[in-house]
């Protein structure tokens, strides 16, 4: 009679595999064929409302709000390489799970560098600097989700693919700028794919550790940090030009991260079923 219960788990769990997997293909074919031509940068994207000069900087408030990345990324890499992460009762059951959020928090600390560099001198030029190592964060943290609640090893194989599509998807997309044919499709399904298909993960396949809420709260801090960056930036800087939507997007997008770290410092293992 145990088989029985045991049949249906394996059961459900492939056809919800196959569900993920009919989503994924139906991303890419509304990205890559619906939207049959190429989508250019839009150059008006780089004329931001906080245009101010401060200490001689330009664009200081959305250079200097970058900071928070790095210090999250810092105390992230901090975390999860200390030799106590990996113990019975901590974050991590294995070592090995603890190299996708590594290059999470790397990706994270990076982007400091990397928007700081574009937003002195917005162009796509230097744009690439600053997608780059945001797409490295986005992978990282899909396949770490992936590793925790499909399959551990399959996860683990999977991030230095993802990381690489991410990785690829800018630089095709910059490729495709300077032969004056701009395509962002492929970034766009790599940057939006994981932040449609990560609530199912979250809501259809069991957890290895506790501390979901925070995972879901990271995902609601990112979301919030888009609408910040569009269609908010110039109203919310229109209020009293202290502040512009894109600066505030910069800190949204940093409590993110944050928010990653605080389910990595206060998750436990979940008791096997």
Known sequence: MSELPEDWRRSRRVFRLRLLLIAALGVVAVVWFVTSDPLAQQQSYHNFADQRRLLGVRHFWNVVSNAPFLAVGALGLWFVLRPTAARPGGPFLTTAERWPYVVFFLGVALTAFGSSYY???????????????????????????????????????????????????????????????????????????????LPALLLFFRARYTGTSWLVGALGWYVLAKVFEDPLDAPIFALGGIVSGHTLKHLAAALAAFWVLEMLRRRRPVPAA
């Open 119 to 197: 937003h002195l001198d917005p162009n796509n030029d230097r744009l690439l600097w600053d997608r780059l190592p945001m797409a490295v964060a986005f992978m990282a943290l899909f396949s770490a989700v992936v590793a925790e609640r499909v399959h551990l090893k399959a996860g683990l194989v999977l991030m230095p693919l993802l990381v690489a599509a991410g990785l690829a998807s800018v630089l095709y997309w910059h490729w495709t700028e300077q032969q004056r044919r701009g395509d962002l499709r492929f970034y766009y399904l790599v940057q939006f794919y994981p932040l449609l298909i």
